[in-house]
C-alpha cells in the first residue's frame, strides 16, 4: 500500500546536538515537503524537493537542511539543535505539487 | 502574518447536525485546499477547488470559493463522532510556486454524540 513513512516517531534531542528526520514515500511522487506544526498552529513549510539531488528552501529554512538522495527518501537535518525547534514534524509527497500526502509526524523534543 | 485564516478557532455540533467552517485569505491563488487532522495523525485532503470554480462536493462535503472576496467554505452535513478532527485551509499561489501551501491555524470541530 502507498504510503509516506517518517522515523522516528519521536525524539528527544539535547541543545547542539545534530538531529536527522528521515521520510520514505512508496507513492512514486516527485514532490516532497517538510512541514513543522507547532501547538495549536498550523503547518509551516520548511523545506521541499521537485527531483531528487535536489531541494529547495520554504518559508521557514533557517536551522534546517535538507537532503533528498533518492525519488524516495527525504530527509531534515538540524545541524544544531535549538529548543525553538521542538515541534512536530511531517513529512508530504504529491504528485502534481496539489494533493499531498502526509506521513504520522515525528514528534520532537529538545531540551 | 498569516496568508490563511480559519473561522471560528473551534466550535462543537451535536451528531447529525451541520457545520461550517470558513477561511479567508489573503493572496491570489490557483487552487485552495481543505484538509481534516485527527488526533495523532497527519492531515489528509478532503477536497481541492480551483479559482475557476465556485462549488465542488465530496460525499457529505461541500466547498464553496469566492475569489473576490478571497473566501472559502466548507460544509458537513449530518456529521458523525469520526468528524471531530481540526480543518484546515491551504492556498496554493500555483505557477513557480506550485505545491508551496500555506495553512491556516485550523478550525477544531468536536462531534458530540
Known amino acids: 500500500e502507498a504510503a509516506v513513512t517518517q522515523s522516528p516517531r519521536s525524539k528527544v534531542a539535547v541543545t547542539g546536538g545534530k538531529v536527522t528526520l528521515s521520510c520514505h514515500q512508496t507513492n512514486n511522487h516527485d514532490y516532497m515537503y517538510w512541514y513543522r506544526q507547532d501547538t495549536g498552529h498550523g503547518l509551516r513549510l520548511i523545506h521541499y524537493s521537485y527531483v531528487a539531488d535536489s531541494t529547495e528552501k520554504g518559508d521557514i529554512p533557517d536551522g534546517y537542511k535538507a537532503s533528498r538522495p533518492s525519488q524516495e527518501n527525504f530527509s531534515l537535518i538540524l545541524e544544531l539543535a535549538s529548543l525553538s525547534q521542538t515541534a512536530v514534524y511531517f513529512c508530504?509527497?504529491?504528485?502534481?505539487?496539489?494533493?499531498?500526502?502526509f506521513g504520522p509526524g515525528t514528534r520532537l523534543t529538545v531540551l | 502574518s498569516q496568508l490563511a485564516e480559519e473561522n471560528p478557532w473551534a466550535l462543537s455540533v451535536h451528531e447529525g447536525e451541520s457545520v461550517t467552517v470558513n477561511c479567508s485569505y489573503k493572496t491570489s491563488i490557483t487552487a485552495l485546499q481543505w484538509y481534516r487532522q485527527k488526533s495523532g495523525e497527519g492531515p489528509a485532503q478532503l477536497i481541492l477547488i480551483r479559482s475557476n470554480e465556485r462549488e465542488k462536493r465530496n460525499g457529505r462535503l461541500r466547498a464553496t470559493l469566492d475569489t473576490s472576496s478571497q473566501s472559502s467554505s466548507l460544509s458537513i452535513t449530518a456529521t458523525r463522532c469520526e468528524d471531530t478532527a481540526v480543518y484546515f485551509c491551504?492556498?496554493?499561489?500555483?505557477?513557480?510556486?506550485?505545491?508551496?501551501?500555506?495553512f491556516g491555524a485550523g478550525t477544531q470541530l468536536i462531534v458530540i454524540p
Open positions: 491551504a492556498t496554493d499561489a500555483g505557477g513557480s510556486a506550485l505545491g508551496r501551501l500555506h
Open positions: 508530504a509527497s504529491s504528485h502534481s505539487g496539489e494533493e499531498q500526502y
